[in-house]
């Protein structure tokens, strides 16, 4: 998603313009861009399902969550705490490991149509969630805590 890309290519920019070298930033921005690759295969692996049509229903469920931005969010925060810097990461890693988790218990054979029959179905939840995540993107500088309450609400909403 272009947000996401956005997210990622920043990040290399960021890291050349402080001195990394290019091939480095760039090798760094595909690996972001491809997070939860493996996730995704091991779960078309288990299921017996279409690896395409899996990633296009994670991907619709971050990007109408805006799990993604949360999560590109995570990966990008630099603390200087060591324990925020274990939150931050374990966030990252919880936002994607909390979508490959809903589509293994869905288990849909049609995981897109399912995700959009889950988000019409849930409306009224998700846009009230939606809604939270964009107070966030349009507030100050994102923080650990933040992400933490979008976290765990999303765990919530999409455990039903």
Same mark, same amino acid.
């Given at each position: 998603? +272009? ?15 402080? $001195?990394?070298?290019? %091939? ?5 921005? %595909?690996?972001a861009q491809l997070d939860g690759a493996i996730g995704l295969a091991a779960l078309s692996s288990s299921q017996? $399902? ?15 969550? $805006?799990?993604?931005?949360?999560? $590109? ?8 705490? /060591?324990?925020? #810097? ?6 990252? #890693?919880?936002?994607? &490991?909390?979508?490959?988790?809903f589509l293994r218990r869905r288990g849909a054979k049609r995981p897109v149509d399912d995700a959009q029959s889950?988000?019409? !179905?849930?409306? +009224?939840?998700?846009? &009230?969630? %939606?809604?939270?995540? !964009? #107070?966030? %993107?349009?507030?100050?500088? /994102? ?16 455990? #039903?």
């Amino acid at each position: 998603p +272009a947000d996401i890309r956005y997210q990622t290519e920043s990040f290399g920019a960021r890291l050349f313009e402080q $001195g990394a070298p290019r %091939k480095i930033t760039d090798r760094l921005v %595909k690996m972001a861009q491809l997070d939860g690759a493996i996730g995704l295969a091991a779960l078309s692996s288990s299921q017996k $399902g279409n690896v395409i049509a899996l990633t296009q229903a994670f991907t619709a469920i971050g990007d109408a969550l $805006g799990i993604g931005w949360a999560q $590109g969010t995570a990966m990008q925060m630099d603390p200087n705490d /060591p324990w925020e #810097r274990l939150l931050v990461a374990g966030l990252a #890693r919880d936002f994607q &490991a909390m979508r490959l988790d809903f589509l293994r218990r869905r288990g849909a054979k049609r995981p897109v149509d399912d995700a959009q029959s889950w988000l019409a !179905d849930n409306a +009224a939840r998700v846009r &009230a969630f %939606k809604a939270t995540v !964009d #107070r966030a %993107k349009l507030g100050a500088t /994102p923080t650990a805590a933040m992400l933490a309450q979008i976290a765990g609400q999303a765990r919530v909403l999409l455990g #039903r």
